[in-house]
C-alpha cells in the first residue's frame, strides 16, 4: 500500500506541475466545487475559482523544480496527502523562490483523483 501511495503522488506531482508550467487554466479539471485553495494565506474554492486565481498570478511563464514529495495515506477511504517541496523559477528572474504545497487527492468513482484541499507557501530566509 505505501508504495501505491508513493506512485499516486508521484504522478499526480508530474501531471500538476506539467499543467502548471504550461497550461496554468487547465489545473479547474483537478479540483471540484468543494475543493479548497489557501495561497499565501488567501482562501478560494471551487475549481473555477482557484484555476482563475492561478492564471491570475503575476508571471506568464514558470518551471517548477520538485525536491521532496511525501506521501501518506489519509483518513478519507482512498485519500493521499502529498507535500511537495522545491524551488520556483520565473522566466526572466535570476534566482529562484523556494515554496512548499500541500495536497489532499481524494479518488472519483471513474479511478482518477481530485484535490480536496491545497495550500501553498513561499518559503523565505
Known amino acids: 500500500m505505501e ?3 508513493e ?3 508521484k504522478a499526480f506531482v508530474d501531471h500538476y506541475y506539467h499543467l502548471f508550467d504550461n497550461n496554468r ?3 479547474a479539471s483537478l479540483y471540484q466545487p468543494t475543493s ?3 495561497f499565501e494565506g488567501q482562501q478560494i474554492q471551487g475549481g473555477d475559482g482557484i484555476a482563475r486565481k ?3 498570478l ?3 511563464h514558470c518551471q517548477h523544480l520538485i525536491t521532496t514529495i511525501d506521501s501518506q495515506p489519509s483518513s478519507s ?3 493521499v496527502l502529498v507535500f511537495v517541496s522545491g524551488n520556483l523559477q520565473l522566466a526572466g528572474e535570476e534566482h529562484e523562490l523556494k515554496f512548499s504545497q500541500m495536497f489532499h487527492l481524494i479518488p472519483t468513482l471513474l479511478g482518477s483523483f481530485f484535490v480536496q484541499n491545497d495550500i501553498f507557501r ?3 530566509g
Open 3 to 5: 508504495e501505491q501511495v
Open 122 to 124: 513561499l518559503n523565505y
Open 36 to 38: 479548497m485553495l489557501t
Open 25 to 27: 487554466l487547465s489545473l
Open 77 to 79: 477511504p482512498g485519500g
Open 54 to 56: 492561478l492564471s491570475e
Open 7 to 9: 506512485l499516486v503522488g
Open 58 to 60: 503575476p508571471f506568464d
